[in-house]
């Protein structure tokens, strides 16, 4: 072998290696969120907060940077979060529940007839439909339409009605339940693409919204209310 092509070998290995590297990044496979974490635009602590994730989220992981993990955001993002809040797995794609569409009607029929209140002034304590309502008073007058009874806080609708699913599991009519340190403080219905109707704060009124944005109380779970 010649001496001039023995020098360029270590070159074209590296090259081969970070070409493979980049090729494989996508394929590192999918996790779990362990706990509501925070997640940074830089496999730092230190760096600047890009998003927050949830228990139970489930992400795709796009890279690996010593302790950290690169995850694919829905806007194709990617955001860092450190390795020990992801359990990683493989899962099979799970079979759709029989009761599935009916749930999924149900669901739609109480979106549909939430929309009829847009524009419903948010009231403190509130629970009329025609002259105001607070988030957990939109959701139990809402329900009370197709005879279910909730709770009438926030905190006591997270605790007691329905039963948990995970934001992969969301259909419209589920509730989103939102909080700080453990404490439910806020609750609203899903509309679909990412989206909520809600009786948001005082001085505004019904409206629909983004499932979550910045500035925002953290997502503390999801329940539904029809099986």
């Not at 925070?38 to 890009?50: M, V």
């Not at 009231?123 to 005879?147: A, E, H, M």
């Not at 605790?159 to 339940?177: H, M, Q, R």
Request: overall charge negative; aromatic content about 10%.
């Amino acid at each position: 072998m010649k001496k001039g092509l023995l020098k360029w070998i270590p070159v074209i290995l590296a090259t081969f290696t970070i070409f493979t590297a980049n090729v494989w990044a996508d394929e590192v496979g999918k996790g779990i969120v362990k706990e509501n974490i925070l997640a940074y635009k830089t496999p730092s602590t230190d760096g600047i907060t890009a998003s927050y994730l949830n228990a139970g989220d489930q992400i795709v992981i796009a890279e690996e940077i010593d302790n950290y993990y690169g995850i694919t955001l829905e806007n194709d993002e990617i955001v860092y979060i450190e390795k020990i809040y992801i359990e990683v797995e493989e899962k099979p794609e799970e079979k759709q529940p029989e009761k599935k569409v009916e749930v999924t009607a149900k669901g739609e029929e109480v979106v549909d007839y939430a929309k009829q209140f847009i524009g419903v002034p948010y009231r403190s304590g509130g629970t009329s439909l025609k002259t105001g309502v607070d988030c957990s008073g939109f959701t139990q007058q809402i329900y009370s339409n197709f005879n279910v009874s909730l709770e009438r806080s926030s905190r006591s609708q997270y605790a007691s009605d329905g039963k948990d699913v995970s934001k992969s599991e969301l259909l419209p009519g589920d509730l989103v339940f939102y909080g700080v340190g453990g404490s439910v403080r806020h609750v609203a219905i899903y509309v679909g693409d990412n989206k909520i109707i809600h009786a948001p704060v005082p001085g505004k009124s019904v409206c629909i919204d983004a499932m979550w944005e910045r500035g925002c109380d953290p997502i503390m779970g999801y329940k539904r209310i029809f099986s």
